[in-house]
Each structure stands twice: as C-alpha cells, then as structure tokens.
C-alpha cells in the first residue's frame, strides 16, 4: 500500500528530502521524480459498522462517514495528514503528517487523540492486526518508529535507505520494511527489534516501493510480496518485478515480471490473486497498465493479464469474490473496473483527481475519495457502473450523474 501527496508541489518535496537526506550522512540520489510518488496512501478505508473514514488534508482531519445514516464526524489530526491506519477493531485510528513530522492517534472509543513528534517525512503507518502498535516508516529518518498505542511509547529501529513502506505480519510479531534507495528489504522483529536484511541475490531488489503480506487461511499467508520499481534485464530492457518472500525467514520464495513501475498492491480475498497498478510510461510500454496475478497454492506467481488503465493510475482495490477490482486514476478523473472473469477493464468517470478507492464488504460499491478540499466522494456501483458524486462530505451537497 504506497502513498502520494497530490497538495504538495514536487520542487517543495524534493528540496525538503535533498536537505533532509543530506544531514542524515548519505548521498542524495538523483531524484527523476518526487519519492512521495511512490505509491498509495490509505486515504480512504472501509471499516466495520459500514464506517467510512477519509482523509481531508486540506482541514486537517479524518472524516468519518456512517454510510447507512448519512452522518459525518469530523477528527482533528496533525497537519495536512497524508496516510492512516484503522485497527481491525475500528478502535483505534493512527494517521501521520509527513508535511509536519507529526503523528496522530485517535482512541475512536473515547475521542481521545494525542500527536507526537516522529524524524523527518513519515511516510507509511501501520496498525498489527491486534490493535496493540503502530508502525510508521521515517523515510528521511532512516528509522521504523514503533508505537504502543495505549501508552504513546516510543522506540525506534535504525533502516538505512530510504524506508519507504513498512508491513505487518498477522500474528502481529514482525514488520517487513522496504528501503527505496538501500534496494533491501527488512524484516523486524517488533519485540526484540532485531533486523534480517535481505538483499543481493537472490532477491535483487531495485527500488521496492510497496509491500503487502499475505492473508490469513489463505496459500499468501506466510508470504509477502515487494513490489520493484526499476530492474534491467540481461538485454537492458526494463523489467519490474513482484518478489515474494516467506515473512517467518526471509528465504525467497520467486518473482514475477509485470509492468514498469508497479505499486498499489492489493490481494483478492482468497489470497489468490494479486493486483499491482504499473505507473511507468517508458518505450515498449506505451500506455500504464495494471497486472493481475495468479498465486498458487506454493506461491509460485504467474502474470494472467496486464489490463490498460488511464493516467497518472494511484491505488487499487480487489473487491469480495475475487471477480472484480478498481483502480483510480488520479490523472484524468477516472475510475477503472476491471472485470478478472472476462479479463476486462472498463473506465468510468468521477470527480476531480481521485486519490484512494475502497469497497463495502460485499462488493457492491467502490468508493473514490478525491483529493479536494469539501471532501467529495464519488460512490460507483459495481453491477451497472453508474455513478453518484457526493460534491462536499463538510457541507453535504448533492449531485448525481
């Protein structure tokens, strides 16, 4: 699951990551393009009780939509917030603020929120499935900020590189890291904070700029799968990578070819098919595309159909059933359902700059949160694709196409 900040300008964002890197003591790589967009933020997520929650960083805060009710709540968090994380129990919600170097965790039970301090550009957040810690990848400080969540505690595990995505294993005991610059791989033991670096063969990681972990019951439960933005191949074409490995030991379990530049990795929830939306336009590759990939039952992966979406292509979802996902795309307001029966993809007209898609637990609607200031959302209805755009989540204005 990998981020973007669509209200800061790149040139402000790389200057900032420049500085901050410098005084870290490493060099600073030649930046072809803003790190930020590297990949999906959690802006919007589905939670129990049909609870919506979106971000808003233009007012500061989390919005939490009760869809069968029609109520919106507002939360205060730190400034500008640019991902969250809501706990399997919907008890807890933790957001940071990569414009400030903040973190925000809110007790949804009591309304009780605290901000703290975290180093530079916190770029990903992540709740273990047993509500207890967050974990928050500092990519300009080099560091995995762990985070008891009743107590505020803080301790902090030293990642060189870049760490850009950061995972959590179901049993909630270790956390699979991604360095963007180090081209490694981490996995974390969350009591001990003992690190396993995976790097070099057989992995040959270049550039992992997303990561997501198996589910539970499913053949992808003991395996995390690392998304590769650059890798040239023996003839010096460009060929990015999924590469899957066992979260218990690090060994390499194999690898896929995909489309250039994949991130916004999303799993069906039989753990038997993997999304992956592939950013890069470069020559050979023409249009940006979307991968869908098979996971057998030993987690060999094979790639099924590479679907064409629209520009500047953000974040994915696979709904319920395993026959159908989303992808927004941010680029030129559109959202595209792919059918994964008939190997299909269809676009669809939403509001303006969608920026985070999510779905109801029976697939019947997806969800689009855009990146505007009221807050809209575009609602799609998956059977017949017609579209209704709540215009403001603040002011509860209306439109319907």
């Not at 390499?252 to 993997?274: I, N, W």
Request: proline fraction near 6%.
């Amino acid at each position: 699951m990998m981020r973007r900040l669509p209200f800061l300008t790149s040139a402000v964002l790389l200057a900032t990551v420049a500085l901050l890197a410098a005084g870290c003591g490493y060099d600073v790589p030649d930046y072809s393009y803003s790190p930020r967009d590297i990949g999906q933020a959690d802006t919007i997520v589905y939670g129990p009780h049909d609870l919506l929650y979106v971000l808003n960083p233009y007012h500061d805060a989390v919005m939490r939509w009760d869809v069968e009710k029609d109520q919106v709540k507002l939360f205060d968090v730190c400034q500008r917030p640019s991902d969250m994380a809501l706990s399997p129990d919907a008890r807890m919600l933790a957001v940071v603020c990569t414009h400030e170097n903040k973190f925000t965790r809110i007790d949804l039970s009591t309304g009780d929120a605290r901000t703290i301090d975290t180093n530079p550009l916190p770029w990903a957040v992540e709740i273990d499935p047993q509500g207890r810690r967050a974990v928050v990848a500092e990519y300009a400080g080099d560091s995995l900020l762990l985070i008891e969540l009743e107590t505020m505690t803080r301790r902090r595990v030293f990642i060189p590189g870049g760490p850009v995505e950061a995972a959590i294993t179901p049993d909630g005991a270790s956390a699979v890291v991604a360095a963007y610059w180090d081209n490694a791989v981490s996995i974390v033991d969350l009591e001990t904070r003992e690190v396993t670096r995976l790097a070099d063969e057989p992995y040959q990681f270049s550039r992992p700029q997303d990561v997501l972990i198996g589910l539970p019951g499913t053949p992808s439960e003991n395996l995390a799968f690392v998304a590769n933005a650059d890798h040239i191949d023996d003839e010096g074409r460009l060929a990015s990578r999924i590469v899957a490995i066992d979260v218990r030991d690090g060994a390499y379990v194999g690898e896929v070819r995909v489309g250039p530049g994949p991130k916004a990795l999303a799993l069906s929830d039989d753990g038997s098919l993997l999304i992956t939306v592939n950013t890069e336009v470069v020559e050979g590759y023409p249009a940006r595309t979307a991968s869908l990939v098979a996971i057998d039952e030993a987690g060999a992966m094979s790639e099924v159909q590479r679907f064409v979406v629209r520009r500047d292509a953000l974040a994915a979802v696979a709904l319920p059933g395993g026959q159908n996902a989303a992808v927004a795309n941010f680029g030129d307001d559109s959202l595209s359902l792919l059918d994964l029966d008939e190997l299909r993809s269809y676009a669809t007209e939403v509001s303006v700059r969608p920026f985070g898609v999510a779905c109801d637990p029976r697939g019947r609607y997806v969800y689009v949160a855009h990146d505007h200031p009221l807050g809209s959302l575009s609602i799609v209805r998956v059977s017949d694709r017609k579209v209704k755009i709540i215009d403001s989540l603040i002011h509860r204005d209306y439109l319907e196409d």
